[in-house]
């Protein structure tokens, strides 16, 4: 299983490589991955030679990190591509990059993009009363509209905007940023999804794919449901060859599986639709083995335009799926068998014959009020397969909260405290995995991945205007259930309750 695990995250690792490192610097690829990999080879084999049992050495884990992260800044800085040296067909289509763009430039006449008339007419976009516009500068990104802003951030910015887009069609993306000193200023950056209307509508029938959405379910379908007869219910292969029939003891599990994953992504795309966010429809990854799928995604294409809709598009999955997550466990529990709790030795958070629910404080409390005083210290429960799909879920949900770069949570959270705080409670998110990971091993696959996940994240179009209190309340919120779902039951609970 640990080398198992170890390819899965290897594939995975290498793709987010592929999209992220391999624009920006030459250093091959494959030296990157190896070094990325390199913690997580050394901790399985620490953990084939000494056992699972076994806590590893504090060293074994911060020595293979320091030299790893060490390694991996240095290859990339080593190769490192700057702006002119990438291709244009890279440039054109990716996310547009704003982090020098206030940097002076060396020659504003080689890099004006508009010209002298054009330049008039964008003044002519930002009325006095709105914002009062006091220069317009020239970056190798973009144009800089510096001035003084006079009314509320989001009112300004949807005024120029439609302003702008009144002058240059869709010829650049309008950025209003905080500035150096936290002076709102706004910026031009020309617009690689910029298209006429023939194309458009071709990128839009690409988009919608609901035939290969379709199929791709079907498939997922197909492995859970096989996954769900084999290796929860233990139905034998042999057997399931001669009678196929079997198969729909494993319907609990994929119906179930696939419902929580599917409302998760309906949620993030209903929501960037409604948004006017182009986005694909929900992609079902199949395989054959493990969980039977790799969970399910949309892909965005195009910019977010302002801090609400990236807090509404992140925080909608995690809540959609959390609530249907929540009465699929409970009628699972209700079918569950009670068992002994499993010797030290045996017990895993993935061992779903005889799973303790103390290691979450949420779960624990579910079972309780599901099972009342038929549960009680000393017992562990063997869960139904559909109670295997809502424990999936629940799992589901906690690491979509991660506060971590572009994950739900640290879309959150960017949109809640901005991108400096985000960056500061990633961090600290990492480091509470690690040190979790030293009494859960199981966690530590969950610690790797955020070490490997891109701490920062692309802001909103419009990054000045703030969240309302309710949507601060909800994000609140959503932190809180992260910590009650991972954190395990305290022992006085546990006491009081009698589990």
Same mark, same amino acid.
């Given at each position: 299983?640990?080398?198992l695990?170890?390819?899965?995250?290897?594939?995975?690792?290498?793709y987010?490589?592929?999209?992220?490192?391999a624009p920006?610097?030459?250093?091959?690829?494959?030296?990157?991955w190896?070094?990325m990999?390199?913690?997580?080879?050394v901790?399985?084999?620490?953990?084939?030679?000494?056992?699972e049992d076994?806590?590893?050495?504090l060293?074994i884990?911060?020595?293979?990190?320091?030299?790893?992260?060490?390694?991996?800044?240095w290859?990339?800085?080593?190769?490192?591509i700057?702006s002119?040296?990438q291709?244009?067909?890279t440039v054109?289509n990716?996310?547009?990059?704003?982090?020098?763009?206030?940097?002076?430039?060396?020659?504003?006449?080689?890099?004006?993009?508009?010209t002298?008339?054009?330049?008039k007419?964008?003044?002519?976009?930002?009325?006095?009363?709105?914002?009062?516009l006091?220069?317009v500068?020239y970056?190798?990104?973009?144009?800089?509209?510096?001035?003084?802003?006079?009314t509320?951030?989001?009112?300004a910015?949807?005024s120029?905007?439609?302003?702008?887009?009144?002058?240059?069609?869709?010829?650049?993306?309008?950025?209003?940023?905080?500035?150096?000193?936290?002076?709102?200023f706004?910026?031009?950056v020309?617009? &690689?999804?910029?298209?006429? $209307? =023939?194309?458009?509508?071709?990128?839009? %029938?690409k *988009?919608?794919?609901?035939v290969f959405? +379709?199929?791709?379910?079907?498939?997922t379908?197909?492995t859970?449901?096989?996954?769900?007869?084999?290796?929860?219910?233990?139905v034998?292969?042999e057997?399931?060859?001669?009678d196929?029939?079997l198969?729909?003891?494993?319907?609990?599990?994929?119906l179930g599986l696939?419902?929580?994953?599917?409302?998760?992504?309906?949620?993030h795309?209903?929501?960037?639709v409604?948004?006017k966010?182009?986005t694909?429809l929900?992609?079902?990854?199949?395989?054959?083995?493990?969980?039977?799928?790799?969970?399910?995604?949309?892909?965005?294409?195009?910019p977010?335009?302002?801090r609400?809709?990236?807090?509404?598009v992140?925080v909608?999955?995690?809540?959609?799926?959390?609530?249907?997550?929540?009465?699929?466990l409970?009628?699972?529990?209700?079918?569950?068998?009670?068992? &002994?709790?499993?010797t030290? $030795? =045996?017990?895993?958070l993935?061992?779903? %014959?005889? *799973?303790?629910?103390?290691?979450?404080? +949420?779960?624990?409390?579910?079972?309780?009020l599901?099972?009342?005083?038929?549960?009680v210290a000393g017992?562990?429960?063997?869960l139904?397969?559909?109670?295997?799909a809502?424990?999936?879920?629940?799992?589901?949900?906690?690491l979509?909260?991660m506060?971590?770069?572009?994950?739900d949570?640290?879309h959150?959270v960017?949109a809640?405290?901005?991108?400096?705080?985000?960056?500061?409670?990633?961090?600290?998110t990492?480091?509470f995995?690690?040190?979790?990971?030293m009494?859960?091993?199981e966690?530590?696959i969950?610690?790797i991945l955020?070490?490997l996940?891109?701490?920062?994240?692309?802001?909103?179009l419009?990054?000045?205007?703030?969240?309302?209190?309710i949507?601060?309340f909800?994000?609140?919120?959503?932190?809180?259930l992260?910590?009650?779902?991972l954190? &395990?039951?305290?022992?006085?609970?546990s006491?009081w309750?009698g589990?």
């Amino acid at each position: 299983m640990n080398w198992l695990l170890l390819f899965l995250l290897g594939a995975f690792t290498y793709y987010l490589a592929q999209k992220t490192v391999a624009p920006i610097t030459r250093t091959p690829l494959w030296i990157i991955w190896l070094v990325m990999m390199m913690p997580a080879v050394v901790w399985t084999i620490w953990y084939e030679i000494n056992g699972e049992d076994q806590q590893i050495p504090l060293p074994i884990i911060i020595i293979p990190l320091v030299i790893g992260f060490t390694l991996y800044v240095w290859l990339i800085r080593l190769g490192k591509i700057s702006s002119s040296d990438q291709p244009k067909e890279t440039v054109q289509n990716s996310q547009p990059k704003l982090e020098n763009i206030e940097q002076p430039p060396q020659d504003s006449e080689k890099i004006r993009p508009i010209t002298a008339t054009e330049e008039k007419s964008l003044r002519d976009c930002f009325p006095w009363e709105v914002y009062y516009l006091q220069n317009v500068d020239y970056r190798p990104q973009g144009i800089l509209c510096r001035g003084k802003l006079r009314t509320a951030p989001e009112k300004a910015y949807k005024s120029i905007k439609k302003n702008i887009e009144k002058v240059f069609g869709d010829r650049f993306l309008i950025l209003f940023q905080e500035g150096l000193q936290e002076k709102p200023f706004f910026a031009l950056v020309p617009n &690689p999804w910029s298209k006429n $209307e =023939s194309e458009k509508n071709s990128d839009e %029938e690409k *988009l919608k794919r609901p035939v290969f959405a +379709l199929t791709l379910l079907l498939l997922t379908l197909l492995t859970t449901t096989i996954i769900g007869t084999v290796a929860i219910v233990g139905v034998a292969q042999e057997t399931l060859n001669t009678d196929p029939s079997l198969l729909l003891k494993g319907l609990p599990y994929s119906l179930g599986l696939i419902t929580i994953l599917g409302i998760h992504e309906l949620s993030h795309y209903f929501t960037a639709v409604r948004y006017k966010i182009a986005t694909t429809l929900p992609y079902f990854i199949p395989i054959p083995f493990f969980l039977g799928t790799f969970g399910a995604f949309i892909q965005m294409k195009a910019p977010v335009p302002h801090r609400k809709a990236l807090f509404d598009v992140a925080v909608a999955g995690p809540l959609g799926g959390f609530i249907v997550t929540i009465p699929l466990l409970i009628w699972g529990i209700s079918l569950s068998d009670i068992v &002994p709790l499993p010797t030290v $030795e =045996s017990a895993s958070l993935l061992n779903v %014959e005889a *799973l303790d629910p103390r290691f979450s404080f +949420l779960f624990a409390i579910l079972v309780k009020l599901v099972l009342g005083s038929s549960f009680v210290a000393g017992k562990a429960l063997h869960l139904h397969p559909l109670a295997v799909a809502g424990y999936i879920g629940l799992i589901v949900t906690a690491l979509n909260l991660m506060p971590v770069g572009q994950l739900d949570g640290g879309h959150m959270v960017h949109a809640m405290f901005g991108q400096k705080t985000a960056i500061v409670i990633g961090q600290l998110t990492r480091i509470f995995m690690l040190v979790l990971a030293m009494s859960r091993p199981e966690f530590l696959i969950w610690a790797i991945l955020l070490w490997l996940m891109p701490i920062m994240d692309q802001p909103a179009l419009n990054y000045v205007t703030e969240l309302d209190d309710i949507r601060d309340f909800i994000g609140l919120f959503c932190l809180g259930l992260l910590i009650v779902i991972l954190l &395990p039951v305290p022992g006085a609970i546990s006491q009081w309750l009698g589990i």
